[in-house]
């Protein structure tokens, strides 16, 4: 059991990667929103807002610094070098656990609702130790961006993820999830699979997701899709298996089919054609290559691992 604070120190994580258009208005935001429950004496007057610039190439940092000049809640974190959305938000994360209760991880870009924040804190106060925000409606995403996602948790579920659908890093987590966080060793991050893997008591909060403020998505069709594969790859060995069992399954069948044909050979009448004889040797070194493939894609992600390089590198702290 944990002892119920009456005034938190909340932190929220924001990491950012090329997002000079949006930051102002988000940082105007997140700052009014915080400093009007530090002045409800809801939170602590300790809680702040850490922007993680992620080896942005614009003129992100500068902001970034500019603001947590003016303001003392406001500070910034640079690493330095582009480490990719999970990485940045685990170094934000990790770095500003030791000062808060509890951390709410939220993408720069607002398209997620932040007037649930102070519901989620008042859950976190009630005793929950993650409180998930999940989409109601993915009304402003693509038709293909929706099924995809939709395909990609049905995927995920079947293979005994206990991720929660919709659900994209907008989240709440109580000082002792982060802890526990900070044990997970792994380079293929995947946060939204091994925060529901820590356990803790959760809860879940609807929204609605909105469009981008301004600027692009820095997640195009390929990263994508790289990510919803590091996502399935990193959490079961399903596709391993679905492949052992293809092959399986074809070596039965490529056995009744040679019964066929020895038979065939005392009978007399010989096998027609030669499609019976070329086309499983297509189908089969297709799958062949198929397995192999797979069989490589976990060769790497074990090679990533062994090699145990580190997440992320801070260049400079401004708090
Ligand atoms: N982001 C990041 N590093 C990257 C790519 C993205 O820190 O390499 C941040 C980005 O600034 C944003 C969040 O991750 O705050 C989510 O990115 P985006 O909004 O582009 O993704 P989408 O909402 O389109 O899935
Ligand atoms: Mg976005």
Not at 82 to 103: E, R, S
Not at 110 to 119: G, S
Not at 297 to 312: H, L, S
């Amino acid at each position: 059991m944990k002892n119920v604070i009456i005034k938190p120190i909340i932190g929220i994580v924001s990491p950012c990667y090329n997002e000079e258009q949006v930051l102002e208005e988000t940082e105007k935001q997140l700052r009014t929103l915080i400093l009007d429950l530090v002045e409800r004496e809801l939170i602590s007057e300790k809680s702040f807002i850490a922007f993680i610039d992620d080896g942005s190439r614009d003129g992100t940092w500068e902001i970034i610094q500019k603001k947590a000049n003016q303001s003392v809640v406001v500070k910034g974190l640079k690493l330095a070098g582009n480490v990719g959305h999970q990485n940045a938000l685990l170094a934000g994360l990790l770095t500003y656990n030791t000062g808060a209760d509890a951390l709410i991880s939220i993408d720069a870009d607002l398209q997620d609702d932040v007037q649930i924040i102070e519901a989620m804190i008042q859950k976190y106060k009630s005793g929950i130790d993650v409180v998930y925000g999940v989409r109601k409606e993915r009304m402003t995403d693509t038709f293909f961006k929706k099924n995809s996602a939709l395909l990609f948790y049905f995927l995920m579920k079947k293979m005994k993820s206990n991720m929660i659908p919709n659900h994209a890093d907008y989240r709440l987590c109580s000082n002792r999830v982060i802890n526990a966080l900070s044990d997970f060793n792994e380079v293929n991050l995947f946060l939204r699979g091994i925060i529901p893997l820590i356990g803790f008591n959760k809860e879940i909060i609807y929204y609605d997701r909105l469009e981008r403020l301004a600027g692009n998505s820095k997640f195009p069709f390929r990263k994508m899709l790289s990510f919803a594969w590091n996502g399935i790859t990193s959490f079961s060995n399903f596709p391993l298996k679905l492949v052992s069992a293809l092959g399986f399954i074809i070596f039965i069948i490529c056995l009744l089919m040679s019964g066929y044909a020895f038979t065939a050979l005392f009978t007399g009448d010989t096998v027609p054609g030669w499609l019976s004889t070329v086309l499983p040797m297509y189908f089969l070194g297709g799958i062949q290559l198929f397995s192999i493939g797979i069989i490589g894609e976990y060769i790497g992600k074990i090679y990533a691992e062994v090699k145990q390089r580190p997440r992320y590198i801070i260049d400079e702290r401004i708090d």
